[in-house]
């Protein structure tokens, strides 16, 4: 019975917790602003959709997106399009692939990457950035993956742990 209100709970927690994480952010370092970029809820929705239930990870997308949408950018529709999308693609995906802890750690920081990417293309379009590619890869791309794998080299062996148990707890 705990374990049926865990997984709405850290997916809460965690939208609450992104914006602390990035108040860290930009950080510089050797003389350039880099800028950090939590993506935590949208790792572990993409742990749900792996380990868990991919259905269950496209109605939780829709509704953290929305949200994320709301309180964060006031573009509404945005998140809540593309965290249903990505966790969509990634439980085809891995149909085909295995699912250790590290194939899915690659995969989702390749779909980090993804997000990324459409998230400037996307403000890139609309003029609401006018940073270069490069300056976006150096600066915000790259340190920003790298501080989502170290947050999923710590953690996620424990979101697949909790959703490994409530997996087996509604079977």
Do not use: H
């Amino acid at each position: 019975m705990f374990v049926r209100f865990l997984l709405p709970f850290i997916g809460a927690v965690l939208f609450l917790i992104e914006p602390v994480f990035a108040l860290f952010s930009p950080v510089e370092l050797f003389g350039n602003m880099i800028y950090l970029v939590p993506r935590f809820l949208f790792m572990y929705l993409l742990f749900l959709a792996v380990y868990y239930n991919w259905k269950y990870a496209v109605i939780s997308g829709i509704v953290f997106g929305l949200l994320y949408d709301v309180f964060y950018i006031d573009i509404i529709g945005l998140y809540a399009v593309l965290y249903p999308l990505l966790c969509l693609s990634i439980s085809w995906i891995i149909k085909w692939i295995q699912q250790s802890l590290l194939v899915v750690t690659l995969l989702t920081i390749l779909f980090v990457a993804v997000l990324e990417f459409i998230m400037y293309e996307f403000f890139f379009i609309i003029s609401f950035t006018s940073m270069p590619i490069d300056v976006f890869l150096y600066t915000r791309l790259i340190p920003t993956l790298l501080a989502n794998l170290l947050f999923l080299v710590m953690l996620g062996w424990a979101f697949k742990y909790l959703i490994k148990t409530r997996f087996l707890q509604r079977v």
